[in-house]
């Protein structure tokens, strides 16, 4: 499955940063992970660091998937507004999945500095409404955050101008959010995870999953075998192959990144993630080396080659969209790609395991426009099932809630 289209900035600017070799010999191991993206690595690491044998194969080189083309914004909101996840699972859940989020960033900081050079810095993150007629729903939006503790302020339309020279109706400026290099961290993580007797495997393509209690065995293409206690599909949007239930719709997103532009030049941009209300939205934040990466441009293509034709015209437009919003950076991309991604209809992921399979095999489906977030999550929750332990977000993030 072709996951991107043009050049992704990440894997330009780090190169493949270790060889791993293909899986050439029959294996056994407590953990088997299928996926070397930035999911992946995050389950692995979490795993080892828990003294749990760990395989992980990916059938590219590592990150060269969807994490290629992530644009990394860390941020404790969900595309789905917690006034509205309230209506569909009640506040005290829709509770829980912010605030596991909010922790989730925390965490991802504490992670990157173990590990270093990962272009990690925290941030803020402005939501502002692209509207008039959103203003109305991100003020329930925001007396429900800051009801549940989430530190945010309430920007009018003279305030987002003033503050951040952005014209809009209104805005919410969280205090939690965060950026990173997700090609780079997945790499070091998964040099973790060998230095820890981990294994990584890459350029591996599973083709057969046998889940028959008390353990699974996996067949390569190769006809390798790994045998396991438990498996964990953590190979992104490719997942979904091994389902027959249609659990969420691919789309695409466009993105591009300048050269590095002058500190005084990105003012607030800097140190402020900024997105807005309109579906599709577009995004942006800044690089450590000062760099303004943007997104958005979503569409429902799904198809490899119809999305290599759009990528230019689609940078053109986001361009267009920033030049608009701050006429005063002059903008010119130096890199532009787009990447497939998946939409849940509730905007939550699924982890755990599926009747289709069984206890054995679980599933890190890190949806939507916080899958790094959910990642740092489902690692957690993952291992707690793997252990026996309840976590408290199983339930939310499992397939029941589709049935």
């Known amino acids: ?42 389950i692995a690491d979490e795993l080892t660091s828990h003294h749990f044998d760990v395989v992980v194969i990916e059938q590219r080189d590592v990150g060269w998937g969807s994490t290629a083309a992530s644009t990394a914004l860390l941020q404790y909101e969900i595309d789905t507004h917690l006034v509205d996840l309230t209506k569909r699972y009640g506040e005290e859940a829709a509770v829980l999945a912010y605030r596991g989020c909010a922790t989730a960033i925390t965490e991802l900081h504490d992670l990157a500095a173990e590990v270093c050079d990962v272009d990690f810095a925290m941030q803020q993150s402005l939501y502002y409404a692209s509207r008039w007629r959103d203003k109305s729903s991100l003020r329930d939006e925001f007396v429900l955050r800051t009801k549940h503790g989430f530190k945010a302020d309430w920007l009018d339309a003279d305030a987002v ?19 990173i290099d997700p090609y780079r961290m997945a790499y070091r993580l998964l040099a973790r995870v060998v230095h820890r007797g981990g294994q990584v495997y890459d350029r591996t393509e599973v083709k057969s999953i046998d889940a028959t209690p008390p353990g ?56 402020t993630m900024v997105w807005e209300s309109a579906r599709p939205y577009l995004y942006m934040r800044s690089t450590g080396d000062g760099r303004l990466l943007v997104g958005g441009e979503d569409d429902n293509v799904d198809i490899p080659a119809r999305r290599d034709r759009r990528v230019e015209k689609k940078a053109n437009k986001l361009t267009a969209q920033v030049g608009r919003l701050f006429p005063h950076l ?74």
Not at 19 to 42: E, R, S
Not at 165 to 176: F, N, W
Not at 377 to 396: N, S, T, V, Y
Request: glycine share 10%.
């Open 330 to 403: 002059a903008l010119q991309p130096a890199f532009s790609w787009g990447g497939t991604f998946a939409e849940t209809a509730d905007g939550l992921p699924f982890f755990g395991p599926h009747s289709e399979y069984g206890p054995s095999v679980l599933f890190a489906m890190a949806y939507g426009g916080n899958g790094i977030t959910y990642s740092m999550i489902g690692a957690d929750l993952l291992r707690a099932g793997i252990e026996g332990r309840i976590h408290p977000l199983a339930e939310l993030f499992s397939f029941k809630r589709i049935g």
């Open 216 to 271: 699974v065995t996996l067949h390569t293409t190769d006809d390798m075998k790994i045998r396991c206690r438990h498996v964990v599909m953590a190979a992104g949007y490719a997942n979904q192959k091994w389902l027959k239930q249609p659990v969420a719709k691919n789309r695409s997103s466009y993105s591009f990144i300048t050269d590095p532009i002058e500190e005084s030049a990105l003012g607030a941009l800097a140190s």
């Open 161 to 179: 101008k003033d503050r951040y020279a952005v014209a809009a109706p209104c805005a919410i400026l969280t205090h939690l959010a965060a950026r």
């Open 1 to 42: 499955m072709d996951l991107k289209s043009g050049y992704p900035f990440w894997a330009v600017k780090n190169g493949l940063m270790a060889a791993f070799p293909p899986l050439q010999t029959d294996i056994k191991c407590d953990v088997a992970v299928i996926g070397g993206g930035i999911t992946g690595a995050l």
